[in-house]
């Protein structure tokens, strides 16, 4: 019984990639809402049953679920059964998509159940790679793009991952994301591990520079992909950060402050560079970067005391909550308004949009009120007498102009005739809807006691000028707008991966110049990676020609003749 | 007495299992296809039946071991220990899945009985070495192997063949000469010396420790031309010219894989870890590791042609196992002697699948490679995990060995390893992942959006897919079941234990 409690979650989706890869088509896609339903019982049940123990699975495999994890499982369940109502469509018209679809969610239900890091990083790295099937699913060249660039950074993440959980396991006493939080605080190398882990995970929470993939890959996915990406997938870096920092162990001031730092600057950057831009799903991308930076925010309070710390880890667990329902409610009003382009539907799509963008602004009595509300007392009680709130808050002006530009922009869309109408209605978006108002006010304070309950002030007075101070500003830019023609500096969508891409593409065609033409091309090198391997295919022909030359019969044994006395050298020099 | 006469005579019925079918292949005329299939199969078949009888009465405590007089003083010893066991079971298992990929393979009018019968003989050439309990019986094995493999090696018989075969033989026979000498100046210093047995060589330690070192460098230099340690890798990318189960063969279990055998025997069970350790040798041979893996890499990574690609990276993989050995630490050591399996079974898959691929579609380059995801997917999928597998990503049996080097690295102090290892997987991912993305992502060429392109045909035969997918199933599973009891990781690890431990 406790094996189909805790199994289910991670089976049933592999499962149901089986039967759809086997028999795909209509009768069948309807289960892509159904597999992440074991994962939400989970959630909602709770650990009532012990996990049970795998010893001969990879490397003995742990499952745990702690408070945090099972707000983050029951967000992450809810959203993936939302949007699978919506990615039917996209599984029934083109193959494959169901199967990446159901290996990322495999992937993401993992690493919240696992509570070991050899789990915890198989279920990461599945989730990265199979959401690369997501992001290039329309195969056109900017998908392709964007997917290049997301799996270059999803890469490197988990590269620097890979690093830090090693160099902290050799000194751990076991595989447990505890024992690896311990041992982070213990390391000598923990400014080492620190930073990688901080960076490992920061790509995944879209952390201000390294966040260049996310405005490209969440808006490049179909719309139900982008959903799950940015309220789901987006998670997986702050779940990282959570169980294997050494939150609650000890106080790390210098560490705690880089975070806080990075968390702004996210939250701030995000909103500007959202500002700038014109499509509708790039606006989301970049205002889920500027809400991470918020959770980002969080894991630095943690780090500044111990004590404090069960509050900042259930206020950021808050947070993530509130943040991913409201966006996948946005992802999927963006995506469903070209075909649900009139009459009611319509009304009703653009009060969701209205609903999770007043939310995110964290407007009087919404969702971002409480989860901003509990950021606040986190701050208070970890970092007393900074001017952090303010800060926050101001950062919340920010978000509310920002979605007030969705709207205008969602505004401005006409509905497309030709879009293809979705089998399903609009119920299951009206619920999702309907979770935003409810569900982080609720879940949170029953699953965390830590958590005061938000008084009136910060409920409905402090929350107030943000949002108003921020529609102030809207319509300001609005009707300043009718009048001069304001001229706002476009920004390429995932900024720095623009002048990384030309400064790569100059260095390659300086290259080219330099070297005589020889048989590739470089017009399609865009990539730092293409660019290494022609620069070294062009000395390839060099290498080749030595190798050559070393194949021949008299260099063969003068070779290693030459080989046994530069060894030998090697290793009578140092000896005794 | 009839008990003990079994147990000796276990190891050369194993060498006969392949030995027998070799010779009535050769035998056989051109023309008896059916009959050589059933010798092939058979003798397949029973030398895993016969490793799983080994392995049976090894875990039950037997000891097997044939012993015959060569030369005054020198003996003839096949012998199971726990390391030759570990090797038996891979090539006995690849030999028969490659052996049924082959008959699928090789089609009529290409000399079938003079490949299966030399085929055959170089399965016995490796089971020897495997069970070589001297360095004696393990250099007649060795220079067997070598003179077996050329007339596979230049098979098509063509100009490119035969300058991939020269290049073979040059640096193979090179390499044995000064195995060779290596083997006589040890003879000359401490007498016979057999593996597992310590004490002539500690004995030397006061008196002639630069002798010792002396004859190390020469034994890795000898074994090192196999194993394609940079520089000595040459012939590799050259002899990938070998038809697609050769080469299977020649780079996950056969040639390259007894070199590196040969490397962990001559650390492990000739200079014992604790003697190498005391004469520095195992830090030069963990920078020559480390060279070559990234060498293999940045050379992988300019490859068009795909078998190229997959022949520098077994260059930069072999060198994982040589890594481990030059670690000294448990995790380390497991991580090495594991990898003998992993990188075996991941391997072979990819040459399976470059071999359907060309034989199927006439693809043999990356760029030809859109899209046949989608008309072979079977094929293709075992691909795919084959190559996550090199890059090391987890569930796959790559990653089992990375973390363990990398956990070894740790724990023996040597934490540039860990930098190397990711270097490498960094790079095994520019070589691997932007063909699995074309595999998948891309449209074949000339078809257009919406029509699929549906050619079950190309995968309808048995012999040619189904190696494929069970070892890249394989590859899967036992990354997966890595805890199980009988895992090649626990199996390492028990071995690593007794290693670290003497």
Redesign the interface.
């Known amino acids: 019984m406790n094996l189909l409690l805790w199994l289910a979650p991670i089976l049933v989706p592999l499962a149901v990639g089986a039967v759809l890869t086997l028999r795909p088509g209509r009768g069948t896609s309807w289960l892509l809402a159904a597999a992440p339903v074991p994962a939400l019982l989970l959630a909602v049940t709770g650990p009532v049953l012990p996990a049970p123990e795998?010893?001969?699975?990879?490397?003995?495999p742990r499952l745990a679920l702690d408070e945090p994890g099972r707000v983050l499982l029951g967000l992450t369940a809810l959203v993936w059964i939302i949007a699978g109502v919506y990615g039917r469509t996209e599984a029934e018209q083109r193959?494959?998509f169901a199967d990446w679809w159901l290996l990322s969610l495999t992937g993401n239900i993992g690493l919240l159940l696992s509570d070991d890091i050899?789990t915890f990083?198989?279920a990461f790295?599945?989730m990265t790679?199979a959401a690369?099937?997501l992001v290039?699913h329309s195969?056109t060249a900017e998908a392709?793009r964007a997917?290049r660039v997301y799996?270059v950074l999803g890469?490197?993440g988990e590269?620097l991952l890979?690093?830090g959980l090693?160099?902290a396991?050799?000194d751990a006493t076991g595989l447990r994301m505890a024992d690896i939080a311990i041992a982070v605080a213990q390391s000598p190398d923990r400014d080492l591990i620190m930073a990688l882990l901080v960076a490992g995970f920061g790509i995944k929470a879209g952390v201000i520079g390294l966040h260049i993939w996310l405005p490209l890959a969440h808006p490049a996915a179909p719309f139900a992909a982008s959903a799950v990406l940015s309220g789901a997938m987006i998670k997986a870096g702050l779940v990282g950060w959570l169980r294997l920092l050494p939150i609650g162990v000890v106080a790390l001031p210098g560490w705690s402050e880089v975070l806080v730092t990075l968390g702004l600057a996210t939250a701030v950057l995000g909103v500007a560079l959202g500002l700038t831009q014109r499509a509708p799903k790039v606006v989301l991308a970049y205002s889920s970067v500027s809400q991470m930076g918020f959770i980002t925010l969080l894991i630095g309070v943690a780090l500044a005391s111990p004590s404090a710390a069960p509050v900042a880890v259930a206020a950021a667990a808050a947070y993530a909550l509130h943040h991913g329902i409201a966006k996948a409610v946005l992802f999927l009003a963006v995506g469903l308004l070209p075909q649900f382009g009139t009459g009611w539907r319509r009304t009703t799509l653009l009060v969701g949009v209205v609903v999770a963008g007043l939310a995110l602004a964290g407007a009087p009595l919404s969702s971002g009120a409480f989860a901003k509300a509990w950021m606040k007392q986190a701050i208070d009680l970890a970092l007393p007498g900074t001017n952090l709130t303010t800060l926050a808050s101001l950062a919340a002006v920010g978000t509310t102009v920002l979605m007030a530009r969705l709207l205008l922009l969602l505004r401005a869309r006409l509905p497309d005739t030709a879009a293809v109408g979705s089998a399903a209605g609009l119920e299951p978006f009206s619920t999702l809807v309907a979770a935003t108002l409810v569900a982080t006010p609720l879940v949170a304070p029953a699953l965390f006691p830590a958590l005061a309950t938000p008084g009136a002030r910060s409920l409905v007075t402090e929350a107030l000028w943000p949002v108003a101070l921020g529609l102030l500003l809207a319509t300001a830019a609005v009707l300043l707008r009718r009048r001069v023609s304001l001229h706002i500096p476009e920004v390429w969508p995932g900024d720095l991966v623009v002048i990384t891409e030309r400064a790569v593409s100059g260095a390659a065609r300086g290259l080219a110049a330099a070297a005589p033409p020889v048989t590739t091309t470089l017009s399609r090198t865009s990539s730092a990676?293409q660019a290494?391997?022609?620069a070294?295919?062009r000395?390839?022909e060099g290498?080749d020609r030595l190798?050559?030359r070393?194949?021949r019969?008299r260099t063969?044994?003068a070779?290693?003749a030459l080989?046994?006395l530069a060894?030998?050298a090697?290793?009578?020099l140092?000896?005794r | 007495m009839a008990e003990l006469d079994l147990n000796a005579a276990l190891p050369v019925l194993l060498l006969l299992t392949s030995l027998v079918p070799a010779g009535i292949i050769f035998l056989l005329a051109e023309e008896q296809e059916r009959t050589r299939r059933v010798v092939n199969m058979a003798g397949a078949l029973a030398k895993v039946v016969l490793t799983g009888v080994l392995i049976a009465g090894v875990l039950g405590g037997a000891e097997y071991e044939w012993r015959r007089a060569l030369l005054p003083g020198i003996d003839l010893v096949l012998r199971v220990d726990p390391i030759p066991l570990l090797f038996v079971t891979l090539s006995s298992i690849l030999w028969l899945t490659t052996t049924v990929y082959a008959i699928g393979y090789l089609e009529k009018g290409q000399r079938r009985s003079r490949f299966f019968g030399f085929f055959s003989l170089c399965v016995t050439a490796t089971i020897g070495i495997a069970l070589a309990g001297n360095l004696v019986t393990f250099l007649l094995f060795y220079e067997l192997l070598t003179i077996a493999t050329y007339p596979l090696v230049v098979h098509q018989g063509d100009r490119k063949a035969l300058i991939g075969g020269r290049a073979y033989l040059l640096y193979s026979v090179t390499g044995g000469a000064v195995l060779l000498v290596a083997i006589a100046w040890l003879h000359a210093l401490a007498g016979p010396v057999e593996f597992l047995d310590y004490t002539p060589l500690a004995g030397l330690v006061d008196d002639n420790a630069t002798s010792l070192t002396l004859i190390f460098v020469l034994l890795i230099a000898g074994l090192g031309v196999k194993t394609a340690l940079v520089p000595l890798h040459g012939w590799l990318p050259k002899a990938m010219v070998a038809p697609a189960p050769v080469s299977s063969l020649l780079h996950a279990v056969a040639v390259v894989k007894a070199g590196a055998y040969g490397i962990v025997r001559v650390v492990y069970d000739l200079y014992g870890l604790a003697l190498a350790q005391e004469l520095r040798l195992l830090t030069p041979l963990l920078v020559l590791a480390a060279v070559t893996i990234v060498y293999g890499s940045l050379r992988a990574l300019a490859q068009d042609d795909l078998k190229r690609r997959l022949a520098y990276s077994t260059v930069s993989q072999l060198s994982y196992i040589v890594l481990g050995v030059g670690i000294a630490s448990l995790a380390g050591v497991t991580g090495g002697l594991v990898h003998l399996i992993h990188q075996g079974i991941q391997k072979v898959t990819l040459f399976y699948c470059a071999g359907n691929l060309a034989k199927q579609l006439g693809v043999t380059r990356i760029s030809q490679m859109r899209g046949v995801g989608r008309r072979m997917p079977l094929t293709m999928g075992a691909f795919t995990v084959a190559a996550l597998g090199m890059i090391g990503i987890p569930p796959t049996a790559g990653f089992v060995t990375k973390w363990h080097l990398g956990l070894g690295g740790l724990q023996a102090g040597q934490g540039v390893v860990i930098w190397i290892l990711l270097l490498s997987s960094v790079l095994n991912a520019a070589y691997f992942l932007p063909i699995i993305a074309r595999i998948w992502f891309l449209r074949p060429e000339g078809e257009e959006a919406g029509a699929p392109v549906m050619e079950r045909d190309l995968e309808r035969d048995p012999w040619l897919v189904l190696p494929a997918v069970v070892t890249g199933l394989s590859v899967l599973v036992v990354g997966l079941l890595a805890g199980a009891p009988l895992s090649p990781l626990n199996w390492a690890a028990s071995i690593a234990a007794e290693v670290v431990g003497s």
């Not at chain 1, 795998?54 to 003995?60: Q, Y």
Request: glycine residues 12%; without cysteine; aromatic residues 6%.
């Open positions: 795998l010893p001969w699975l990879l490397l003995e193959g494959g050899l990083y198989t790295v599945v790679l690369y099937g290039v195969r392709r997917g799996l890469v490197a590269t890979l690093a090693l160099l396991a050799a990676v290494a391997a022609l070294l295919g000395r390839d290498l190798e050559d070393l194949t019969w063969g044994g070779m290693v080989v046994a060894v030998t090697a290793l009578l140092p000896a």
